[in-house]
C-alpha cells in the first residue's frame, strides 16, 4: 500500500502539530514518534506512539497532549524516560526499550545521535 499524496500532508501536519507542541515544553532532550505511524507503509488512522527521553514536567506534557489529540482526533500514547532510566533498561535488555529504539522513527526533537545506543 502506498500513501497518497493527501495522506502524507496529514501525517506531516500531524508531524508538525506534535513538534511544535514538544517545542514548548522545556527539559526533552530528544522525542520521537515510532511504531505504526513512523512506518511508511502504515495506515496513518492508526494510535501514535511516542516516545521523549529527558525531565520534562509530566502534567504540562499531558495538557499538551490532549490538546494534540483533540486536534489530529487520534490517540497519542507518550512513553516519557529520563535518561538514566533509558540507560538502565537498556542494561537491563529491556524488551520495549530496545523495540522503541530500534524501530522506524520520526524524530520531532534531537537527532538520532541523542539517543542510547541499544
Given amino acids: 500500500m502506498t500513501l497518497k499524496k493527501k495522506d502524507r500532508v496529514k501525517k506531516a501536519d500531524v508531524e508538525g502539530m506534535i513538534r511544535a507542541s514538544l517545542e514548548k515544553i522545556p527539559g526533552i532532550r530528544c522525542a520521537f514518534i515510532y511504531g505504526p505511524f513512523a512506518e511508511r507503509e502504515a495506515?496513518?488512522?492508526?494510535?501514535?506512539?511516542?516516545?521523549?527521553?529527558g525531565g520534562?514536567?509530566?502534567?504540562?506534557?499531558?495538557?499538551?497532549t490532549s490538546?494534540?489529540?483533540?486536534?489530529?482526533?487520534?490517540?497519542?500514547?507518550?512513553?516519557?524516560?529520563?535518561?538514566?532510566?533509558?540507560?538502565?533498561?537498556?542494561?537491563?535488555k529491556d524488551r520495549f526499550i530496545r523495540?522503541?529504539?530500534?524501530?522506524?522513527?520520526?524524530?520531532l526533537i534531537g537527532d538520532l545521535n541523542d539517543l542510547p545506543h541499544r
Fill in 43 to 53: 495506515p496513518q488512522e492508526r494510535d501514535i506512539e511516542l516516545m521523549v527521553i
Fill in 56 to 64: 520534562p514536567d509530566l502534567e504540562e506534557m499531558e495538557e499538551i
Fill in 67 to 92: 490538546e494534540v489529540e483533540n486536534k489530529i482526533e487520534r490517540s497519542v500514547h507518550v512513553y516519557s524516560f529520563t535518561l538514566r532510566e533509558i540507560k538502565e533498561r537498556i542494561g537491563l
Fill in 99 to 107: 523495540k522503541a529504539l530500534g524501530a522506524s522513527k520520526i524524530m
